[in-house]
Nanobody, 124 residues
């Protein structure tokens, strides 16, 4: 069993930056592929970014490419999402997820464990 706890969300202005963190419990964190997803009001949950078990492979949604960076520190059981040049359309609840597979994936159903989410609000 893995528990994921996100933090770092908040209210910012367009153009600002935020760094989200996701702390994971369990000794097998380094074996999991990790992902960030988001869900805006009235919309479906959408893929944001994913990273492989050792961090050697990453993949981003087109909407965040070149603005967001996913990384991980396996010694700290933590995955990060650095978000730069934030836009109002980035406003959403951001979720961290872990999959029992070391590789990347953009498909929500391929993730087994989910955090409770952290709210990011970007004002114009």
């Amino acid at each position: 069993q893995v528990q994921l706890v996100e933090s770092g969300g908040g209210l910012v202005q367009a153009g600002d930056s935020l760094r989200l963190s996701c702390a994971a419990s369990g000794r097998t964190f380094s074996r999991y592929g990790m992902g960030w997803f988001r869900q805006a009001p009235g919309k479906e949950r959408e893929f944001v970014a994913t990273i492989s078990w050792m961090g050697g492979s990453t993949y981003y949604a087109d909407s965040v490419k070149d603005r967001f960076t996913i990384s991980r520190d396996n010694a700290k059981n933590t995955v990060y999402l650095q978000m730069n040049s934030l836009k109002p359309e980035d406003t959403a609840v951001y979720y961290c997820a872990a999959r029992i597979n070391p590789y990347t994936s953009s498909v929500p159903s391929e993730y087994t464990y989910w955090g409770q989410g952290t709210q990011v609000t970007v004002s114009s």
